[in-house]
């Protein structure tokens, strides 16, 4: 490993920093030079700021602030602010995370300037184009010098599209050591004291653009967790993004649901581990709710985790087929994963990570033999 060899990550939303965390701290064992640049993309408090301490992050080297916009805008602001920054610093290899307009924009950025890129959570597909977030996994990955699969299925898509296997790791989930990590920690009663919610309950997450930001959808997404609301209390930590439309939609405090703002990372998972069922549209609470777990209903037509479907206690639905689902998953109680979980879901991603990175920045060619060693 060359003594000024600099890794730098670059995070910009709520999903970035729990995959990141078990990363950093893995690396800063192994006496790798690090730093993060934090890009804005999530710019509330308590969508990023309450993270980094949650997760024992250090300070970021830089914070952008780009904040919130269309994808172009937003996408320009990233490109030209992170431009400078890794002009500045000359990493020797940058780490990206997951599917955001961050992890599009650094990749896009590094593969000008010819700096080499890994990308955690490398493979994951919906076969949705519509979605933002596939668009950026596929450029993203087809730029990327190192990939790290956190499931088997990300294999054959990678392999799929032409992506010499030499540059790919099955590492498992960072985002799982993570809350490995956290689960001692993880106290329902002070939250739900705090949010006076008590006895059976649910928790929603709902920001996915298909579902908030067309005035329809979102009144029929709003419409269906009204009924689920009238099963069980649900509790709604709104993300800034489509909040607004979701109110205009009717999704206001009422009884039995309680709209709150975001959550730190140890308040959300200590809040899901106490809940009878979620309801969400985000990727990673797919994840976590199987660890937990605790029966989930994804509102969306396709996963790029189907792991937590096949191996987990993840079931997509429909608007419309949510309040029978919920009224089903909740008369079944605690939820049993579907079969085994998945593979290298141990707890050990970041370091199996962090040995890959710190092998190639010293320059080691890695035998398929080798990689099955490292991950």
Same mark, same amino acid.
């Given at each position: 490993?060359?003594?000024?060899?600099?890794?730098?990550?670059?995070?910009?939303?709520?999903?970035?920093?729990?995959?990141?965390?078990?990363?950093?701290?893995?690396?800063?064992?192994?006496?790798?030079?690090?730093?993060?640049?934090?890009?804005?993309?999530?710019?509330?408090?308590?969508?990023?700021?309450?993270?980094?301490?949650?997760?024992?992050?250090?300070?970021?080297?830089?914070?952008?602030?780009?904040?919130?916009?269309?994808?172009?805008?937003?996408?320009?602001?990233?490109?030209?602010?992170?431009?400078?920054?890794?002009?500045?610093?000359?990493?020797?290899?940058?780490?990206?995370?997951?599917?955001?307009?961050?992890?599009?924009?650094?990749?896009?950025?590094?593969? %000008?300037?010819?700096?080499?890129?890994?990308?955690?959570?490398? +493979?994951?597909?919906?076969?949705?184009?519509?979605?933002?977030?596939?668009?950026?996994?596929?450029?993203?990955?087809?730029?990327? $010098?190192?990939?790290?699969?956190?499931? @088997?299925?990300?294999?054959?898509?990678?392999?799929?599209?032409?992506?010499?296997?030499?540059?790919?790791?099955?590492?498992?989930?960072?985002?799982?050591?993570?809350?490995?990590?956290?689960?001692?920690?993880?106290?329902?009663?002070?939250?739900?004291?705090?949010?006076?919610?008590?006895?059976?309950?649910?928790?929603?997450?709902?920001?996915? &653009?298909?579902?908030?930001?067309? @005035?329809?959808?979102?009144?029929?997404?709003?419409?269906?967790?009204?009924?689920?609301?009238?099963?069980?209390?649900?509790?709604?930590?709104?993300?800034?993004?489509?909040?607004?439309?979701?109110? $205009?939609?009717?999704?206001?405090?009422?009884?039995?649901?309680?709209?709150?703002?975001?959550?730190?990372?140890?308040?959300?998972?200590?809040?899901?581990?106490?809940?009878?069922?979620?309801?969400?549209?985000?990727?990673?609470?797919?994840?976590?709710?199987?660890?937990?777990?605790?029966?989930?209903?994804?509102?969306?037509?396709?996963?790029?985790? @189907?792991?937590?479907?096949?191996?987990?206690?993840?079931?997509?639905?429909?608007?419309?087929?949510?309040?029978?689902?919920?009224?089903?998953?909740?008369?079944?109680?605690?939820?049993?994963?579907?079969?085994?979980? &998945?593979?290298?879901?141990?707890?050990?991603? +970041?370091?199996?990570?962090?040995?890959?990175?710190?092998?190639?920045?010293?320059?080691?060619?890695?035998? @398929?033999?080798? %990689?099955?060693?490292?991950?």
């Amino acid at each position: 490993m060359t003594e000024n060899a600099l890794v730098l990550h670059v995070l910009g939303a709520r999903p970035n920093f729990v995959k990141a965390a078990p990363v950093v701290r893995a690396l800063t064992e192994l006496g790798v030079r690090q730093g993060i640049v934090h890009t804005g993309q999530h710019y509330d408090a308590l969508m990023s700021d309450v993270f980094f301490a949650d997760l024992g992050l250090p300070e970021p080297i830089a914070n952008l602030g780009v904040g919130s916009g269309t994808h172009a805008r937003q996408t320009a602001s990233l490109l030209t602010g992170l431009e400078d920054v890794i002009t500045e610093h000359a990493p020797s290899l940058v780490v990206v995370y997951g599917d955001v307009n961050s992890t599009l924009a650094a990749i896009l950025v590094c593969a %000008k300037l010819h700096v080499p890129t890994a990308h955690v959570e490398a +493979g994951l597909r919906s076969f949705d184009r519509g979605m933002p977030e596939e668009v950026n996994r596929v450029v993203t990955d087809a730029l990327s $010098d190192i990939l790290f699969a956190t499931s @088997p299925e990300a294999l054959s898509h990678l392999a799929a599209e032409g992506v010499d296997p030499a540059k790919v790791h099955l590492v498992g989930n960072p985002m799982i050591d993570s809350l490995f990590s956290a689960l001692p920690t993880l106290d329902p009663a002070p939250v739900q004291e705090r949010l006076g919610v008590s006895g059976s309950y649910a928790v929603a997450t709902l920001h996915r &653009p298909a579902n908030v930001d067309d @005035p329809a959808s979102a009144r029929e997404l709003v419409n269906a967790v009204l009924e689920v609301a009238e099963q069980v209390p649900v509790v709604v930590p709104l993300h800034p993004r489509g909040r607004q439309r979701l109110a $205009d939609a009717g999704l206001v405090d009422r009884p039995n649901l309680t709209i709150v703002d975001p959550l730190g990372y140890v308040d959300f998972l200590s809040l899901v581990r106490g809940a009878a069922l979620v309801v969400t549209d985000s990727g990673g609470v797919q994840e976590e709710t199987t660890m937990l777990g605790i029966p989930c209903l994804t509102i969306r037509p396709n996963t790029e985790r @189907p792991v937590t479907v096949t191996h987990g206690t993840n079931r997509l639905v429909t608007p419309a087929s949510l309040p029978a689902a919920a009224s089903k998953a909740l008369a079944d109680g605690a939820a049993t994963p579907s079969g085994e979980l &998945p593979p290298l879901w141990d707890g050990a991603s +970041g370091p199996r990570i962090a040995r890959v990175i710190a092998a190639w920045l010293r320059g080691d060619n890695l035998s @398929p033999a080798a %990689k099955g060693k490292v991950g």
